[in-house]
């Protein structure tokens, strides 16, 4: 057992956490636990309080009021980043005119990591996939690199709490995939981690539990499992070979109505219903589509079950996307 869970502590635990910039209410009354080996996502609309809950648990900023333990330990009133913590908010702090590999012998110089020498570094290079890039200059390097260094900066302290905002933002397919393993590797040897996106496929994919925030409050916390089951009612595209036959079948499937307006996704010259009901109305209506002959060509959640509860929990009206980000 490593130190910090010794007495059964979790790696996070934060009780009432409240921060204002001014008049405005960043977190208001916030509840964290994250366990260790989590990987646990925070997401919720632009300005929900992602970013200034990371900064705390990263020592950037103290809260004005609640409780909170990092790795078993009180924060105290002091800025400073608790013992076994590693990430970064707002970007990775890096040096343009250094290659990736000198940056990293800087950073551990500076903080005095026991990184083991060269290997540490290039091994951290190469976890997230920056070996061919070692020896470039980080000045030219795109957002989506610069986030894998930051990573791999991180991965040099042998964190066993990690806080990444965004670590997805900019990247490629590779780059993404070099990212979800190294934070499924950490996780597998016990280190929590605890990242803010927007994107619901990532969180899908990498935590096993969500927080959700809405203007600086916890509006769900827990299993992504258990969230996805309060997604209730869910929009699917449907393609068939017979577009009349298949509106019949909805609107005499009980639970069952076409959604109002077109799917966006759709192909202008598609015939494709969107329609709105829980999933066994929608497994009813399958059966009723092969009886009748009607040949089922596509059926898809419109939103993934994650975004319909975040919809729904959030009161916004769309998920805020990667793009949406970038357009900021
Ligand atoms: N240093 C600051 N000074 C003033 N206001 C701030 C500061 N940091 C955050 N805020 C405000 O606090 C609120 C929460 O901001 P925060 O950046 O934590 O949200 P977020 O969920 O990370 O948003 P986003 O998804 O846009 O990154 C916002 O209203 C923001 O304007």
Not at 54 to 78: K, S
């Amino acid at each position: 057992m490593r130190k910090g869970d010794m007495h059964g502590s979790p790696a996070v635990r934060a009780r009432g956490i409240t921060k204002s910039f001014g008049d405005v209410v960043a977190l208001d009354g916030v509840d964290l636990d994250v366990a260790h080996g989590q990987v646990h996502g925070l997401v919720g609309p632009n300005g929900a309080g992602k970013t200034t809950l990371l900064g705390l648990l990263l020592g950037l900023a103290v809260a004005d009021g609640g409780r909170l333990e990092i790795l078993g330990t009180p924060v105290g009133r002091t800025l400073a980043v608790p013992d076994g913590v590693a990430g970064f908010v707002d970007g990775p702090g890096l040096y343009p005119s250094l290659t990736a590999r000198q940056n990293l012998s800087a950073l551990a110089a500076l903080a005095r990591y026991d990184t083991g020498g060269a290997t540490g570094v290039d091994d951290a290079l190469e976890q997230v996939g920056l070996t061919d890039v070692a020896g470039d200059r980080v000045r030219g390097f795109s957002l989506g690199m610069r986030q894998r260094l930051g990573l791999a900066a991180a991965l040099l302290t042998k964190p066993r709490l990690l806080v990444l905002d965004e670590p997805a933002n900019g990247l490629d397919p590779a780059g993404k995939n070099h990212v979800h393993r190294v934070i499924t590797g950490l996780a597998a040897d016990g280190t929590a981690v605890v990242l803010s996106s927007h994107r619901m496929d990532d969180l899908a994919a990498l935590c096993s539990e969500v927080t959700i925030l809405a203007a600086g409050r916890v509006v769900f916390s827990g299993p992504v499992s258990k969230l996805a089951a309060e997604s209730g009612e869910l929009d699917y595209r449907l393609l068939t070979s017979d577009p009349a036959a298949a509106r019949r079948l909805v609107s005499q499937t009980p639970g069952l109505r076409v959604a109002p307006g077109r799917d966006p996704a759709a192909r202008p010259d598609a015939d494709v219903l969107v329609v709105r009901g829980p999933v066994p109305a929608i497994d009813e209506l399958v059966v009723r589509l092969v009886r009748a002959g009607v040949a089922l060509r596509e059926l898809a959640p419109v939103v993934t079950p994650l975004e319909a509860a975040f919809l729904a929990l959030t009161g916004t009206g769309t998920v805020p996307t990667k793009a949406d980000r970038e357009d900021l």
